[in-house]
């Protein structure tokens, strides 16, 4: 890969410069795709200002705004010191979404395909040094079959594009992560994989680092006090802790490992990244963190709060772990894409477990396309012609995933796919390569999964047998069989776990989604369906079914608070499911989370060693 150095993480230290270029860009839509053969890379013109990171869609007041497919242009300048001539210099992305061409000064210098993985375009030889430099970027947001997330872009009878996401979540857009300009060395550290060890009271650190350019490495382990506990020179090697103290559920221990570059006595380049002592292992039914089985407790998740839609938010992040930590959670999956790179960073420091998924969701061609399905015009998803590249696009997004997220301790396993049409004889070579390709490509091999679609059963699914642990995303009691019939639902998921149970797996499973839409103020005696009471009996009846199966090791209820989605008749302004409003303020089902999970053990149901 080309611009490793900097796809690290951006942080400033003895080597390395990073400049924030967050702030107001401009911005203008770009609904006939003029803007390439009008010259905008050299600048777009009049353009309203628009925040970054931030989604377009939810500041404007009109809603051909908000609902815009097609291209978008943003832009801004900034300066690079004339002291960096010399250096490698980038402009970092956090994401754009769902694909953007940069250019800087009015030549292209990088694309990049998928909307929620980091990229740099390296502009070393097009920067202009101790100078003003005009950076334009064109973003697209539409959606097909091939691309990740997966969907399809229509045109309206006036000629504006609408997208039809085959997920349920809104199609925000745009720059929503953090940009930074870095000043690199170049000579320089391109990557560091980090696998931990532990046998008995002692551990190592096993390290491999690359790099551009010849140089002599250095590795150190600093303990949080900042003291030097281990140390080790040359590309690869094996460090052994003194005293470790693990990286542990909801008790976190952080060792800094500081990488420099030497030629001789000069340092080249330096960087660091913080993680954790710890091992995870799928061994028979159980989830082993550090050999002590845990129980999964907590949420599928949304990054999606109002105004901002998808961008980065710190503050959000922030809440959200106060709230989980005030419920009693250990755990929450990245659903349906990887999140920004400091919520990671703030679940390696509070010991919080992620399942970190792949952007690959609605790869399932009944839920949201139904209507070629009622036309009997229906092709099962993974016999469409254009596989192979969604295959690709895959691929490149598992790839990026596990490069930038395999050394968080917080990520005990990925997630390569949401409810993807996994009953298709098609489905099981096409996810037979993902995951594989993840073994391969992850130095911790940490186990590897989907969360498997209500469809997906014991008897029907085609693909169970690649998942180290099975997900299951199960809506008894709301999609079918809600209401005054819960009694039925209950026995009906009892009824599809004992098909599970009797093809003796042998692996663990977790619920990654159940719960129901409930209203923040809605309350009803008797209950009734989207009530709080009748949320709160839902989950009481998965989780009395939950808790008469040792196999099933964790519950993520979907979902931690409420989100945007399109428009339709079975959404009232968004997904209502969550726990928290959008606002993050608890439904009456939070109380009684927090009572469930005090009381549960992180080691619930394990086998006492
Ligand atoms: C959730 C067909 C089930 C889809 N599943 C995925 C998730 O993204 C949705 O929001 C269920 C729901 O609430 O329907």
Known sequence: MEHCAALLYPRVTAARQAINLDGMWKFRFDPDSRGLAEGWKDGIGSGDL??????????????????????????????????????????????VTHRGTVFVNGLEITRHEG????????????ARYGGANRLA?????????????AGRTVTLPDGRKAAKPYFDFFNYAGIQRRVYLLGLPKTALTDLSLVPRLDGARAELEYSVETCGEAEVEVTVLDEEGRTVAEGRGAKGCLSIPQPRLWKVRNAYLYRVRVRLYRGEEVLDEWYEETGLRTVEIRGTEILLNGEPVYLKGFGKHEDADVLGRGYSPAHIKRDFELMKWIGANSFRTSHYPYAEEVYQMADREGFLIIDESP????????????????GARIPFFEKPGIPELLQNHLVAIGEMIRRDKNHPSVIAWSLANEPETTAEAAAPYFKKLFDAALAWDPQKRPRTYAGIMLSRPESCKCYQFCDFICLNRYYGWYVLGGYEIDTAEQALRSELEGWKAKNLNKPFVFTEYGADTGGGLHKLPSVQWSQE?????L??????????DFIKGEQVWAFADFQTGEGILRVDGNKKGIFTRQRQPKAAAFYFKQRWEKLPENYKGDKK
């Not at 970054?52 to 009109?62: E, L």
């Not at 909307?115 to 097009?126: K, N, Q, S, Y």
Request: aromatic fraction near 18%; proline fraction near 5%; avoid cysteine.
């Open 115 to 126: 909307g929620f993985l980091p990229f740099a375009a390296d502009i070393t030889e097009a």
């Open 137 to 149: 970027v064109l973003v697209n947001n539409e959606l097909s079959e091939t691309t990740l997330p």
């Open 50 to 95: 628009m925040p970054v990171p931030a989604s377009f869609q939810d500041f404007f007041t009109d809603k051909a705004s908000r609902e815009y497919a097609g291209d978008f242009w943003y832009e801004t300048e900034f300066f690079v010191p004339a002291e960096w001539k010399g250096r490698g210099v980038y402009v970092r992305f956090g994401s």
């Open 534 to 538: 009748y949320q709160v009996e839902l």
């Open 540 to 549: 009481e009846m998965n989780h009395r079914v939950f808790d008469s199966y």
């Open 360 to 375: 690959a969701v609605g790869l399932f061609d009944s839920t949201a396309n139904f209507l070629d399905a009622g036309k």
